[in-house]
């Protein structure tokens, strides 16, 4: 199945994001100051059928409750037209200086859509501001966006965002692995993936895609589990696999690999 990246992808995906960033200006007004695209379709891995549309927003001041209100509203009607929206609002003067975990003041994906609509339906939506809450996730996405991001809107990210230290990076994407081989089998495809991608950064410092991290780890990782990258290749490409690699082999990678990566997550990459 093609990729896309930002530039190729299909009008009608570009016009979702074309849409919500027109919705958040006019809902936003001068409280907007940036929105930056992440994520594979900035990296080039995007698959329509299975990726999300990854969007930062920056903002000046916290939303105030009937904000957010609208905000979610303009989300749920206009996710999954055709893509899956996954939208983080952040506010300037909270991300500098840069801590982990950051945090936020919105975040819309679609694993939220049903919590929002049953609260919308009730009082509870009237205590989204009661709490601050953190993503130790941001901390990978600025610093994929600070060298692949797209900026939609605003000053460039360069300028918009702060650095992330590298140390916070490397402890991030080693938590967040960790995180997924807990839940191993609900999303092997994209944990196999990750590993191979967190691999690649830690030994040659670069920041792939998925697709392209699984064409690293073929390249780099033990040919004993090439059968089962190449069938994550294929599953993530909608493509048919091969010969099955099985759950036996997908426990044998992520008990070897995955400690490689705790292991060398202080080690400096240059």
């Not at 849409?19 to 007004?29: D, H, K």
């Not at 994929?144 to 916070?168: S, T």
Request: charged share 20%; proline share 6%; net charge negative.
């Amino acid at each position: 199945m093609k990729q896309y990246t930002w530039a190729t992808c299909s009008k009608v995906i570009q016009s979702e994001v074309n849409t919500l960033q027109t919705e958040v200006q006019r809902l936003l007004g001068q409280n907007l100051l940036g929105i930056y695209l992440h994520g594979s379709l900035a990296l080039g891995g995007f698959t329509p059928s299975r990726s999300d549309i990854d969007i930062i927003v920056l903002i000046e001041q916290r939303l105030s409750l009937e904000s957010k209100r609208s905000i979610v509203e303009l989300l749920v009607r206009i996710s999954l037209l055709p893509c899956p929206l996954d939208v983080h609002f952040l506010v300037r003067s909270e991300l500098m200086p840069f801590r982990h975990p950051l945090p936020y003041d919105l975040h819309y994906c679609e694993t939220l859509r049903e919590t929002y609509q049953q609260e919308m339906r009730t009082d509870a939506w009237k205590d989204w501001n009661e709490s601050t809450r953190y993503d130790p996730d941001l901390t990978i996405y600025l610093t994929n966006l600070r060298q692949f991001g797209v900026c939609l809107y605003g000053p460039a990210i360069v300028e918009a965002l702060p650095v992330v230290p590298e140390q916070a990076f490397r402890e991030a994407i080693s938590k967040d692995l960790q995180m997924a081989r807990a839940h191993l089998r609900q999303d092997p495809v994209s944990f196999v993936l990750n590993v191979c991608r967190v691999s690649a950064y830690l030994r040659d410092g670069v920041i792939l895609s998925k697709d392209a991290g699984g064409v690293w780890g073929l390249a780099n990782l033990p040919e004993a589990y090439h059968l089962l990258l190449q069938q994550s290749l294929d599953l993530y490409r909608g493509e048919r696999p091969g010969r099955p690699a099985g759950y036996a082999m997908l426990e044998a990678f992520a008990s070897s690999q995955l400690p490689r990566i705790v292991d060398a997550k202080g080690v400096s990459s240059c």
